[in-house]
């Protein structure tokens, strides 16, 4: 792709141009309301309840309609001078537009080779979660391990996201896994005393926070040691706001400063800009130790390593049917054949509810599967620091190490069907677009690319790791977006349970991790008897 280069003639031809006449308006208006489907009316609904939760109903509605309407009205018009887009915007996403060097693997080579009928460990799902336990077996694991992934390797979340490494949680860091723990403590357990809660919620994020922060400098040493090629670079994660979602910043850092979460720190409107671009007033974050990277080559490289180990086999191209218990066996049926195996691990992730439901029965609502979108486009504002990801309150951004922009935004729940379903609204993409120019500068800036994803969440919006069904079924997922840096350290962990190995230091203790704290709530954040 070539790179837009933005002289200073055409910051002044696009920036200083009269605005857009109101037929113009009108036909923007009208043209991104008669393009509206029913994936925008459910992201504006969690719009609207982010935003304006704290009003009545009818409130709520009538504050969305008037932001709907000043959108499309005003930003997105203002915009057309500098933003454009390709005739036919391609649907694939931007980190899996480079050569795939695991692609329909083994069968391009071998169009005739078999599944094997026995293994010791099939694990169903090659992103993040796969590719770690596949890799930390190669490392230990002397029995043979077969990973099943009905697609591509990365081709899910892993190659859909905004390829950011990151050292907590989403927005907020620690705080971000706190409020949704406190929230799910006060539904549930309503007789328990509010200063339990805190407690028991602060220890929540303090565990969360120490696991992903292990598992971040263990992808770093992985990077260097296994020479991975991946776009790494570990130049920190910005935060900027504005007044709504100014109180959630400051509580997230009177929270830090409480757990002693020294990653997260206070920059104000000047060093924002310094660090990031972004032209903002108010204080703003940034978690230090956060990195940005190209995921799909960061998947490929740790299954190209495990797959030098004679005991990891990989099968691309497979669609894993259903998996079901036998004695002390499973049997894993796919569309190519049946496997016999004495441990499965789940890193299906979304997927979750239709792969594995005959084991849902103990916690139906285990796993609920978000839709995120991301676009890539040429161009952009120089301002933008390049490989620095950069959060606000509705989008975030990071120019990649190929001088393009990836941004993206949504965070709505869809039906277990509609799992993995690439579907993007170009309403999103056009918003997104516009704060660009918003945040920075408006510059030339040109749209290739734009996809959806699908994440994952519990709950408690906390991740699983751990024994599903008491057995021999593993569990990884429920990530919340933060798959990328959870997934490796949790892999290790997941391979040490099924070698019967100590965890230590254990880094996923089961009373946080396990999902049964949410058939037992004595059992929730409490070590068992």
Known sequence: MSHMVNSPASLEDHTFRDPPHVVTRFRVTVGLLAGLRWRDITSAREFMLLRYGQHPWPVRIIKLILWSLYVMWCEIPDSLPWVTLDINVSRTPYWLTVKNPLENYPWVNDPQGRLPETAAVVVVGAGFGGAAVAYHWSKCGSEPLVL?????????????????????????????????????????????????????????????????????????????????????????WMFFTDPHSQPNLEASFAFASRMDHCDWVRHHPEQVRERSGVNTPLDGAESRGSATWHPAKWVWGVLSVALRSSNVELFTRTNVQSVQRDDSFYLVHTDRGTIRTRHVVNATESHTPTVFKEFLSPFPDLITPYREQGMHAEGGPPSMTPQIGVSGPLGWFSRVASGGIVFGSDHTPVKDHQAGRNEPSRFITRFESAAIGKHWNPVPLHVTHEWTGTTSTTPDKYPVVGLLDGHGLYMLGGFAGAGSAVSFNAGQTIVNLVLGRPCEPNYHPEQYFSPFRFTDPSRYGKRPA
């Not at 591509?152 to 979340?157: D, I, P, Q, V």
């Not at 006060?186 to 696991?211: G, L, N, W």
């Open 148 to 236: 099943l992934e009905r697609n591509e390797a990365a081709s899910g979340s892993a190659g859909r996201n905004g390829g950011i490494v990151v050292m907590a949680g989403g927005t907020c860091h620690g705080y971000y896994v706190y409020q949704p723990v406190l929230r799910y403590l006060t539904e549930r357990q309503p007789e328990m005393s509010s200063e339990e809660r805190d407690i028991r919620a602060s220890d929540f994020a303090d565990i969360y926070v120490k696991a992903v922060q292990a598992s971040h400098e263990m992808i770093a040493r992985t990077i260097e040691t296994e020479s991975i090629d991946c776009d790494y670079a570990r130049k920190g």
